[in-house]
């Protein structure tokens, strides 16, 4: 690569100012001023700033939550064990559907934590929702 440093920059033509129609200057923003021609490096990676230190506690949290997510086959939480309770319970559901729904609150228990209002009104919707058809 040649130097640069003898040629004008291209935005301002070497005054390191640039105006607008209404008067007012600011300093180049390609040349930050010097009004030369900066050095082309070719484009950046701004993404990849930090090390893997760096990132820190997301990465390892998101290791620990797969972890418990393998960990667990059953739910844990208090709401959760009640869900799970009311699904053996219920006779009118088939052996699959009770298995499929014990998954859904262990997942939903491994990536929120805890079983909200939200989501046990929905597992007992899906309950009342099968007896009634039946």
Known sequence: MYDRSDESCVMCGGDGRIGNAFGATK????????????????PRDVTKT????????????????????KKHTAPWTKEGVILAGEIKECSMI?????????????????????CTKTFSKKVRKQLRGTVSST
């Open 27 to 42: 300093t180049c923003p390609s040349c930050h001023g010097s009004g030369r021609k900066m050095e082309d490096y070719g």
């Open 50 to 69: 930090k090390s893997a230190q760096g990132r820190g506690p997301m990465a390892a949290q998101s290791a620990k939550e797969a972890e418990q997510a």
């Open 94 to 114: 088939s052996a699959e559907t009770k298995t499929r729904l014990l998954n859904e609150i262990v997942a939903y228990e491994a990536s929120h934590g805890d």
